[in-house]
């Protein structure tokens, strides 16, 4: 018997150095895709790949359950598949973890525990990106209205400058941007939130905006 191993993220940005640390050691071969954990197994290169290299009495190796499906529909459907082809699946961490030959409850617990687990995640990303949208910062990165430049665009409107007459005079002063015009959504954006934060600290001391 061989393991073959198959890694999965669902971007290139995301690292997959600790799956082929766990993989590369025990497996013949290790295969790789970058794409959702919710397509099906015909549009995974990847596991396709795998499908396809493994023989009789071989068995698909993954690092953890969510591996073979990012929500637990899929992966309980990603799993029917593979047992229904007779191809047994080994798990090396987390709830899943052993050699399974068909669907059990402990694969099932883990599928549901990886769903909870990404949901959470998500709930907290968007959390986060909501607090800092609230802070006046975009996408939860630095914001690249930064205070000098709100000061000289709340200047400029002043003078009756429109927004789009406001940007040409701003220059982002650091980050991949420096040296560029901040585009009008973000002038704007930075402008209501000072509008907003000036009425705020203005109500609570009592005087009219």
């Known amino acids: 018997m061989a393991l073959v191993g198959l890694v ?22 290790v295969f790789e ?22 023989r009789d009495g071989d068995m698909l190796c993954v690092q953890e359950v969510d591996r073979l499906g990012r929500d637990t529909l899929t992966g309980l459907m ?30 099932e617990l883990a599928l549901v525990l990886a769903s909870e687990r990404r949901r ?19 996408g939860g990165r630095r914001p690249v209205m930064t205070e000098p430049l709100i000061v000289q665009a709340v200047a400029l409107r002043a003078k009756g400058y429109s927004l789009k007459q406001i940007q040409p005079h701003l220059r982002i002063t650091e ?15 930075a402008l209501q939130a000072h509008d907003a934060e000036r009425s705020a600290a203005s109500s609570s001391a009592g005087v009219p905006a």
Do not use: W
């Not at 959470?120 to 975009?138: H, M, N, Q, S, Y």
């Open 8 to 29: 999965r993220v669902s971007t290139d940005k995301q690292n997959v150095d600790r799956q082929h640390d766990a993989l590369d050691p025990i497996c013949v071969k």
């Open 120 to 138: 959470d995640i998500v709930k907290k990303t968007k959390d986060g990106l909501e607090a800092a949208r609230a802070r006046g910062r975009v």
């Open 33 to 54: 895709e970058k794409v959702s954990g919710k397509l099906a197994v015909a549009e995974r290169p990847g596991l396709s790949a795998a499908l396809e290299y493994l």
């Open 78 to 107: 990603t799993l029917a598949e593979l047992f229904e082809r007779n191809i047994a699946v080994k798990v090396l961490t987390g709830v899943g973890a052993g050699e399974h030959k068909e669907m059990n409850l402990l694969l």
């Open 175 to 189: 980050g991949k941007s420096k040296g560029k015009n901040p585009s009008v959504g973000a002038i704007s954006q």
